[in-house]
């Protein structure tokens, strides 16, 4: 029987094949970069816009805490199917919902579409990464998120001109859903050859008595909480950038998503050899502390070539910080519930999607400034500085068997 431990080879089909469905389902949510400024667009009021923004990430992390004791990888496949065909029927219907009402079935709709699909899917894919190549195996997942952040924007904004609206593109992106319908379905036999030949203990779904101890690690704790600020951060960028950059003029939206995101993925790529040599918690503090000034000086941008250095800077800063605080969430850890927390930096995610377009549409309808959203995201990465100063002192030692280099970057 196969386990973590057995010597296999990182880069089979099934691994690039789980990847690229996860790129499909981020693909899907990288389109709505732009959805506060459409729900203005077709007529929302502006004390809804927020909240249905959020929504979706809302009920996302909701479900999750329902789906995750329960999915395992005996029923990934079947969901992840289920989930890409609803999936096409979530981003074509928002071309014709246009009341408050409506849209918020189709927001949580969408959002327990997306959890389903990506939580079967990293439920599948954690499978087929060997314990040697940890590091390279959670890069490239990581990278697989990444992309369509990097793809879609541009994209978007330079085909928006010749289409109805944002809702157009929207439905647009279902053709990746048809294509990982495809993908799937010839990853069908091989996937359920590969698993019967794993060990029965990583194929059942963990108790509740094992979830529980696990969230009670102050490691875990903490990490995940640090985690969850700096998503904070990001959302922020995302969800209320274009508005921003309208306000003060300065350059395209989808520039600074390419330029960033590039940046970003170009790090995780390269950077997963260099990780695992450095000091991961100090490399953390000092990109934490860089990150803070970055995110205050983007509304300052008077010039372009100052928003777009501000980008890469960005996207540096993030390409790093995402991987380690997810390589010491590896590292503490209990070998067998690896999976249920990289799904809980999902939760996470989840999280900071619906709070930060609901609570920043309230500030911003309350008269603030986009700029002022930027500044409280600066404020968030100080909080996650902050626990990194912490963290150390509630990171156990290694557990007996995994060694250093198994650690994930």
């Given at each position: 029987m196969a386990d973590l431990t057995t010597p296999r080879k990182l880069w089979s089909f099934e691994f690039l094949a789980l990847c690229l469905i996860i790129a499909v389902a981020f693909g899907n949510v990288s389109v709505f970069y732009s959805f506060y400024h459409y729900l203005g667009a077709i007529g929302i009021p502006i004390e809804w816009r927020g909240f249905l923004v959020g929504l979706e990430p809302m009920s996302a992390?909701?479900?999750r805490l329902f789906v995750l004791p329960w999915l395992h990888v005996r029923n990934?496949?079947?969901?992840?199917m289920f989930s890409l065909v609803l999936l096409i029927v979530a981003s074509c219907a928002y071309q014709w919902v246009t009341t408050v009402q409506a849209m918020i079935v189709l927001r949580i709709f969408?959002?327990?579409?997306?959890?389903?699909?990506?939580?079967?899917?990293?439920a599948l894919v954690v499978n087929f990464i060997p314990a040697d190549k940890s590091g390279q195996g959670f890069s490239a997942i990581s990278v697989a998120t990444m992309i369509p952040y990097a793809i879609i924007p541009p994209l978007s904004e330079a085909l928006l001109p010749y289409v109805g609206n944002e809702a157009d593109i929207y439905a647009a992106v279902s053709i990746f859903s048809v294509v990982a319908i495809l993908l799937l379905t010839a990853l069908g036999s091989r996937l359920g050859e590969a698993l019967r030949g794993m060990d029965g203990v990583l194929l059942r779904r963990p108790t509740f008595p094992e979830i529980r101890d696990n969230l009670r690690l102050r490691s875990v704790f903490f990490l995940l909480t640090a985690i969850f600020f700096i998503y904070l951060a990001h959302a922020t960028l995302f969800y209320f950038l274009k508005d921003l950059s309208l306000q003060i003029r300065t350059g395209d939206v989808g520039l600074f998503f390419a330029v960033s995101m590039v940046t970003m993925i170009s790090v995780r790529a390269l950077g997963a050899a260099l990780f695992d040599k450095t000091n991961k918690l100090s490399t953390l503090r000092k990109t934490l502390a860089f990150l803070i000034p970055c995110l205050i000086l983007i509304p300052l941008a008077a010039f372009p070539a100052g928003y777009y250095l501000l980008a890469a800077f960005y996207g540096l800063c993030m390409g790093v910080?995402?991987?380690?605080?997810n390589a010491l969430l590896f590292s503490a850890s209990p070998l067998l519930l690896r999976g249920l927390n990289t799904n809980m930096t999902l939760f996470t995610m989840d999280v900071a999607y619906f709070v930060v377009p609901y609570l920043g549409g309230m500030i911003i309808a309350y008269g603030a400034g986009f700029d002022v959203l930027f500044y409280l995201a600066a404020g968030f990465v100080a909080l996650s500085f902050a626990l990194a100063m912490i963290i150390p002192q509630f990171i156990p030692p290694l557990q007996r068997g995994v060694k250093e280099g198994d650690m994930m970057v």
């Open positions: 992390f909701i479900l990934a496949f079947s969901v992840a969408h959002g327990a579409v997306f959890v389903l699909l990506t939580s079967a899917a990293i910080i995402l991987p380690l605080l």
